[in-house]
């Protein structure tokens, strides 16, 4: 068993102990840190989908993580108002719902994905990143104008979504729900990084010339993992904007780009478990130096800076060492 | 005469004022090896991207087994078993052998949407891949990195990646660059071998490898093939020798 693996399980049982152990010492302020972490750090899983694998670093997918947000607000909204979505051609009404709305959250955020990706894949390398940034960019200037969700100040959600068998008010439920969506991504990761399609992705990203040489598309390739990057990142803004019970333009934002691609860097980019590292390490920092200093932030850029100097396979390439190759 | 596997048919390509291909016809037939020779800067990296689908020509037509695919990408081509190496090792450096060598397979049976399966699980896939790989000798590195491989090495993986197609032919970019002459007599007996299973277009600068493996030579010498024969016609030619071979011979 190689040390990474070993790591992983580890945090895996850490992501089980710590939330239960604050739930059980009556701490729900952890709890829902713990939360906002798992939630960020699907995000990023998404996020790692596309730039670990496929090398697409991508400075849109706020656009994703917002689609996913106004789904849930949208959706929410209605069924809190009690007015239909759409009475023609056909009736659509609100839900509160959640597995509703995390359907419409991944569909919405990949078929976003897809549109965004077909016109950005025709770039590569800095004109990518502007590209994807561009298209995020417009959408948040939609969502700061779209009057009837709450335009710029946002739309409040009064009563967190429902979930089958479980009350999701009650924090370390809602905990509990979050994390396996985050283990099943994580899991869905770790299938494709060993399937024909990740060793395709994975080489298309290294030599695409060799690629096209044995007979497949690299772009074809670099769009389905983007379609599927953005749709986990979709489903993590649906639930972060329940986590919050608000949805605001900031949710699609550069800076949240840019903090989702700052999880993945920190973790390790392109290892399993790296998202996750970097979400903990980021909500931690956010908490704990928050409360000391506003500029926070500033320690989290020496950190990172550290690490993409000296460590290339991030925090968990500092602990577990170079990734190994499949064999 | 045999229908050629692999025809250009007056390709024509031009850079701004420079004619890097000016009306090339040269064909492939089963069964042969046909190097093209030239001095650096002939156009045969050109010709090579216009016969492998990475540029287009402005004029004249490229046919693989009977199909006209001028305006088929290099993907496209090589789905029709048209396997190619390339002069710089384009191989996935972070991968292992093994990997690299699956890959070709994963393009040769066209399964790259496959999400639920190993790549490298036995089974067909792996297979081929190990069979590739014992063709070219490398059997005892499939676990290796690329990158930890020696240029040699690398050079033989290039091949067996191309083998993993079961091509109908073969254009290869200077095999033997950079190899030593234990290595360059190995490549050599190798694609003596490969000729069988499918005819190899060999683009070389090795005169000795091309002088003992090639049945006919096209010598390209500023976008022109100033001259196509068996070796010892190209040998004498006075306008090679002039332009090309010097009193090498």
């Known amino acids: 068993m190689s040390r990474e693996t070993i ?12 939330p239960l152990g604050a739930h059980l010492a009556g701490e729900p302020f952890t709890v829902t840190l713990a ?20 090398g697409l670093v991508s400075l849109g997918h706020a656009a ?16 809190q108002s009690y007015v239909p979505l759409m009475e023609a051609p056909f009736l659509i009404e609100g839900t509160k719902s959640m597995p509703v709305i995390w359907l419409v959250a991944v569909v919405a955020s990949a078929l976003a994905a897809l549109l965004i990706g077909m016109l950005s894949l025709r770039t590569s390398g800095v004109y990518f990143i502007m590209i994807t940034l561009a298209f995020g960019q417009m959408l948040y200037y939609f969502a700061i104008g779209w009057a009837p969700y709450g335009g710029e100040d946002g739309l409040p959600i009064y009563v967190r979504n429902g979930f089958p068998g479980l009350n999701t008010l009650v924090p370390i439920q809602f905990y509990a729900l979050c994390l396996v969506v985050l283990l099943l991504a994580l899991a869905l990761h770790a299938v494709i990084a060993r399937s024909p399609f990740g060793l395709a992705l994975d080489a298309a990203r290294q030599v695409p010339e060799r690629v096209r040489a044995v007979g497949l598309n690299p772009t074809r390739l670099k769009l389905a993992a983007f379609t599927l990057s953005g749709a986990i990142t979709g489903l993590s803004g649906a639930l972060f904007a329940d986590l919050n019970r608000f949805v605001s333009p900031t949710m699609l934002s550069w800076q949240m780009s840019g903090e989702i691609m700052v999880l993945v860097i920190l973790g390790g980019t392109g290892r399993l478990f790296g998202p996750v590292v970097g979400a903990a390490v980021f909500v931690a920092l956010d908490h704990h130096l928050g409360g000391l200093t506003e500029f926070w932030q500033v320690w989290l850029g020496v950190i990172l800076l550290a690490v993409v100097l000296f460590a290339r396979g991030g925090l968990i390439g500092l602990i577990a060492g170079e990734r190994r190759t499949d064999a | 005469m045999p229908e050629p596997i692999l025809s250009a048919r007056g390709i024509t390509k031009s850079f701004g004022a420079l004619k890097a291909s000016d009306d090339i016809t040269l064909d492939l037939r089963a069964g042969e090896i046909h190097a093209v020779i030239g001095p650096n800067g002939a156009g045969k990296s050109t010709l090579i991207a216009q016969l492998c689908g990475g540029l287009a020509p402005d004029a004249g037509t490229v046919q693989f087994l009977g199909h006209d695919v001028t305006r088929e990408g290099t993907a496209a081509r090589a789905r029709r078993g048209l396997a190619r190496t390339f002069q710089i090792s384009a191989l996935a450096m972070e991968h292992s052998v093994i990997q690299n060598a699956t890959l070709g397979c994963v393009g040769a049976t066209g399964t790259p949407w496959r999400i639920v399966s190993r790549a490298l699980r036995r089974g067909p896939l792996r297979d081929r891949a190990e069979q590739a790989l014992a063709r070219v000798g490398l059997q ?24 993993t197609l079961q091509p109908k032919a073969f254009v290869m970019d200077e095999p033997m660059a950079g190899l030593g002459a234990e290595g360059s007599a190995q490549m050599t007996r190798l694609l003596h071998d490969l000729r069988h299973e499918a005819p190899i277009l ?16 096209s010598v390209l010498v500023y976008g022109q093939v100033i001259a196509t024969g068996t070796v010892d016609e190209i040998r004498a030619h006075p306008e090679v020798r002039a332009a090309y071979l010097g009193d090498e011979t």
């Open chain 1, 35 to 54: 939360t906002r972490a798992v939630i960020l750090a699907l995000a990023a899983v998404g996020l790692n989908i596309a730039l670990g694998l496929g």
């Open chain 2, 140 to 163: 005892d590195h499939a676990a290796t990195r690329v990158a930890d491989l020696s240029h040699g090495q690398r050079r033989q993986l290039e091949v067996a990646v191309a083998l």
């Open chain 1, 7 to 18: 790591l992983n399980a580890l945090l895996v049982a850490g992501l089980v102990a710590l």
């Open chain 2, 202 to 217: 060999l683009v070389e600068h090795d005169m000795d490898a091309v002088f003992a493996l090639a049945d006919r030579i």
């Open chain 1, 64 to 79: 994703f993580f917002g689609v996913g947000g106004y789904a849930m607000g949208i959706l929410a909204s209605h069924a």
